[in-house]
């Protein structure tokens, strides 16, 4: 790649790099459950992806970062033989400010907690496609599948979804 589309690609990480480095700490955390880890992992992410952008060239930044986070997520699990899995959402760095605040807290912690009862999978697409509001073309690139399995993954895990919530 020339330095000048190199030097591009890394600028343009940069300038956003405050959004996506929030985006894909929280990825990696609910994936962990472990602010210390998703802080090591995010690191390593963003250094890998660097590294990457020397050489190669990038299309779609943010869709390449969440491909990166969910493989160094694998590979921590796979290195220390653990099961995924999430417990619940810890809302970091914010402070308790009204009553909404508060419902707003306990209606997420309920949306996650109903999240953990799906399958990993399914649970990774409805993130990437309502926590971390990717579109359908991010979310096939992030996990290397065609748009169209996207859409049909995302239909299936939400329906998976409302039948969860809709339990008693």
């Known amino acids: ?7 591009k690609a890394i600028n343009d990480l940069m300038e956003n790099y405050n959004e996506l480095v929030n985006q894909i700490f929280r990825f990696i955390y609910l994936k962990t459950s472990s602010k210390e880890i998703a802080e090591d992992l995010t690191q390593d992410c963003f250094l890998s992806t660097v590294k990457y952008l020397k050489d190669k060239e990038v299309r779609n930044i943010r869709a390449f970062l969440f491909r990166t986070a969910r493989n160094k997520v694998i590979d921590y699990y796979r290195i220390r033989n653990r099961i995924i899995y999430s417990d619940e959402l810890v809302l970091a760095n914010e402070k308790i400010s009204s ?6 807290k306990q209606d997420a912690r309920m949306i996650i907690e109903k999240l953990n009862l799906l399958g990993e999978e399914d649970k990774e697409i409805l993130m990437m496609r309502y926590i971390e509001d990717m579109n359908i073309k991010e979310i096939a ?5 065609n748009e169209v399995v996207v859409r049909v993954r995302i239909f299936r895990a939400m329906q998976k979804f409302k039948k969860i919530v809709n339990r008693k």
């Open 1 to 7: 790649m020339n330095n000048d589309k190199q030097n």
């Open 99 to 104: 009553r909404d605040d508060i419902a707003i």
């Open 141 to 145: 690139e992030a996990l290397g599948k």
